[in-house]
Nanobody, 124 residues
Framework: QVQLVESGGGLVQAGGSLRLSCAAS????????MGWFRQAPGKERGFVAV????????YYADSVKGRFTISRDYAKNTVHLQMNGLKPEDTAVYYC?????????????????WGQGTQVTVSS
């Protein structure tokens, strides 16, 4: 298993930007697909973005496509989520997760390692 620690959350006005980071410890970081999920109060945890193990293919939820960008730094074992054009409906706790599935997946149950989450609040 890999251990994950998120950072970079905070309070921002609508239209603003935040960059979330997820530091991974453990071996074989490159063998994991890395994903971001979010959970708002009273809602289920939902998929935001995922980046593949090798090659870095990316996939996004329709609600964030064109505004969010996921990237990974293999040298630093880090995954980032650049969030631009933030909206109040983006307010949630954001979680980083790691999956050993061969293909990138958007299903939370396919991710075996999770971070503790970081709060993102977007004011109107």
């Amino acid at each position: 298993q890999v251990q994950l620690v998120e950072s970079g959350g905070g309070l921002v006005q609508a239209g603003g930007s935040l960059r979330l980071s997820c530091a991974a410890s453990g071996r074989s970081f490159s063998s994991y697909s890395m994903g971001w999920f979010r959970q708002a109060p009273g809602k289920e945890r939902g998929f935001v973005a995922v980046i593949a193990r090798f090659g870095g293919a990316t996939y996004y939820a329709d609600s964030v496509k064109g505004r969010f960008t996921i990237s990974r730094d293999y040298a630093k074992n880090t995954v980032h989520l650049q969030m631009n054009g933030l909206k109040p409906e983006d307010t949630a706790v954001y979680y980083c997760a790691a999956s050993r599935k061969l293909a990138p997946t958007t299903t939370p149950n396919d991710f075996g390692s999770w971070g503790q989450g970081t709060q993102v609040t977007v004011s109107s």
